[in-house]
Every structure is written in structure tokens, then in C-alpha cells.
């Protein structure tokens, strides 16, 4: 209400407080004029007295009704509910009583205008996991059983083989894991970050490519944990999901792992995309029958940054799609805790 006030009167400083101005002293002081409603009442007395001089009743009434408006509307401001009415003893000196006055307490009678929240960003709710098979499972008995989890191993190689597979998936509003390697993020820092920015997820495929199953645990650890950092500086959180190259895991590597809150996963679909080679005939149909013939709900589809795989993709998902598949987000799947956190 005081802010109200203060824009009708149009001469007080927002900041200010409201200064009582019958009985107090310093209201004639013309330091304050400038800042306060007695400039108002003032300037309305002189009128008055000046019309009256001029014997003119029309205006002097119509000065009166100007005087007694600003009159009422400084009586709604200081009989405003919840505050209190500061007691100014006649010899008091404004800036005292300025000083004194207790800091304005919101009028209940205004209705604070609803502060836009920001939309809560929509949380994707974990409710799939990984089987002992590798195959993506609702984790409710009556979830949807008909869903495909998509994996590109091996890269990032190259932007001639990632972007027709990040165009492809984005055609098909389909996200999938990406299980890089280490030396390769190190080589094409700017496509691991490129994949992230696409909304693709990042996994750890090793550093190097190697056989872990045959690594000392040091090096398993040098293994795990540099990509762990690499994608972490890189996209600004460390991966969730892991597969070990060519699937080869030893009790270190898969302990290592659950305690550091890290879900292993092998595949259950392999498109067999990394036999074939350049010379192999018909490869983008090779890859999609190949997946077709293993095709189950849950399959956990392994396929890599190739040339001949993006090239077959577009094909793949419409024809998974006209079978009534769809493409599990990886986000809904259900990870460990660091036992840390436990
Ligand atoms: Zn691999």
C-alpha cells in the first residue's frame, strides 16, 4: 500500500519511509520537501489561500476536495494494519523519528503477484534394469517387456561415422550408450563432448581396448578410472554404465565396479557389425539382419561407429519400430549406488 501511496503522490523515493506528518516538527523543513507528501500539502494550502484571496468559491472548493483526498489517502497509509504507528514527540527531529520508525511490514491486503517457479526438469524414473542376460527388463511385472536398448562401441572415431548415427537417432527420437575408449576421447576430445550435447549417453569401454580379464588390478584400475575422469572433465558427470571389451571381466574388475556404483553390462544382440570389413558385400543389410535374427523384447543391441552401420541404421529402427519395438531411454535404467553413498 505504502508503494501505491507513493506513485499517486509522485514525489517520494520508494526507499524512504513513511513519515507522519501531522504533529511533527520538521514537516515545513524544505530539505524533505522534495522527498515526502508535506511538498503536496503545502503547495495545496497555498492554492487555497491564494483562491480565496481571489474570491473565487468554485476553486476554493476544489482545492478543499484535492486537500482532503491527500488528507484520507495518508490516513489509510498510517492506519495500515500491522503497523505501528510511530509516536513522534513534537521536539523530535524528523531525521530521528525517521530513524526510530520500524521497517515497514507488508500489508496483508496486498496479494503478492505468483512467482513463476521453474519448471521441475522431468525426472526420468528408473524403472528398468539390467538381467543376467543382458537383456532390458521392466523392473514392474506389468511393464512394457518390448523395448530395445542401443549401444555404439569403439568410438569416437570420426565425425564422418558418428553424425549419420546421432542424425539417425535423433530422427527416430531414440537415445543410446555410447561406450567410448579412452585413447580415442584423448585423440577427438570435441566428439565425446559432441555425443553428450546430442543427449546420447556416455559409457566406459577402458582406456586402451583391452583384455581386462588379463590385467593386473592396478591397471585395471588405470583402465577404468582415466575415462571415468576423461568424460567427466569433458561432459561434466563420469559414465554409470561400463562393458568391458569383448566382454572379458575378472572378479576385481566386476568388484571394483559395484563398489564404485558402476553397472557392468555385456549385450544380448550382436549386430556382428565388427566382422565385417570393407571388402564384406552388402554390410548396412548384413548388420539388420543379423540383429533381426536375434531379435527378443529387451534385446541389448551391441553395434559400433562404422560407416556401414550408420548407413543401415535409419532401415534398422523403422523396421524394429514396425514390429512394435521401441528404444529404451538408458536413463531408465536402474543403476548402483557407490557403496560409499550406501
Ligand atoms: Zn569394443
Redesign the pocket.
Known amino acids: 500500500m505504502r508503494d501505491n501511496m507513493t506513485i499517486q503522490a509522485g514525489l517520494v523515493s520508494r526507499s524512504k519511509p513513511p513519515i507522519k506528518w501531522l504533529g511533527t516538527k520538521g514537516r515545513l523543513n524544505p530539505s524533505m520537501w522534495y522527498n515526502d507528501n508535506d511538498f503536496v500539502f503545502f503547495l495545496l494550502i497555498l492554492q487555497i489561500l491564494k483562491v480565496m484571496i481571489m474570491k473565487k468559491p468554485w476553486a476554493v472548493l476544489s482545492a478543499a476536495a484535492a486537500l482532503s483526498l491527500v488528507l484520507s489517502a495518508c490516513g489509510a497509509k498510517s492506519a495500515a494494519p500491522g503497523q505501528p504507528s510511530a509516536t513522534v514527540s513534537p521536539s523530535s527531529a524528523t531525521a530521528t523519528a525517521e530513524a526510530t520508525l520500524p521497517p515497514a511490514t507488508p500489508s496483508p491486503t496486498i496479494v503478492p503477484s505468483p512467482t513463476p517457479s521453474p519448471s521441475p526438469s522431468p525426472e526420468v524414473t528408473a524403472d528398468y534394469r539390467v538381467n543376467q542376460n543382458y537383456d532390458v527388463v521392466p523392473i514392474k511385472e506389468d511393464g512394457d517387456k518390448k523395448v530395445i536398448l542401443l549401444t555404439f562401441?569403439?568410438g569416437p572415431k570420426a565425425e564422418e561415422t558418428l553424425l549419420p548415427i546421432l542424425d539417425t537417432l535423433d530422427k527416430h527420437k531414440a537415445k543410446a550408450i555410447f561406450f567410448v575408449n579412452g585413447y580415442r576421447i584423448k585423440e577427438k576430445p570435441e566428439l565425446l563432448k559432441l555425443i553428450h550435447e546430442r543427449g546420447q549417453i556416455i559409457g566406459n569401454?577402458s582406456y586402451d581396448?583391452i583384455h581386462l580379464s588379463e590385467e593386473s588390478n592396478n591397471s585395471i584400475d588405470y583402465q577404468i578410472d582415466t575415462v571415468q575422469k576423461q568424460v567427466e572433465e569433458l561432459t561434466g558427470s563420469a559414465p554409470v554404465f561400463m562393458r568391458p571389451?569383448n566382454g572379458l571381466s575378472n572378479e576385481y574388475l566386476r568388484e571394483k565396479l559395484k563398489k564404485e556404483g558402476i553397472l557392468r553390462m555385456n549385450w544380448s544382440n550382436g549386430s556382428l557389425d565388427w566382422t565385417m570389413k570393407f571388402s564384406t558385400p552388402n554390410k548396412p543389410e548384413k548388420v539388420i539382419q543379423n540383429v533381426m535374427d536375434q531379435l527378443h523384447s529387451g534385446s541389448n543391441i551391441l553395434m559400433h561407429e562404422l560407416a556401414w552401420t550408420g548407413e543401415a541404421l535409419d532401415s534398422l529402427l523403422t523396421q524394429l519400430e514396425q514390429k512394435g519395438y521401441s528404444f529404451l531411454d538408458p536413463n531408465r535404467i536402474e543403476t548402483l549406488k557407490p557403496e560409499a553413498a550406501k
Open positions: 562401441d569403439d569401454h581396448h571389451p
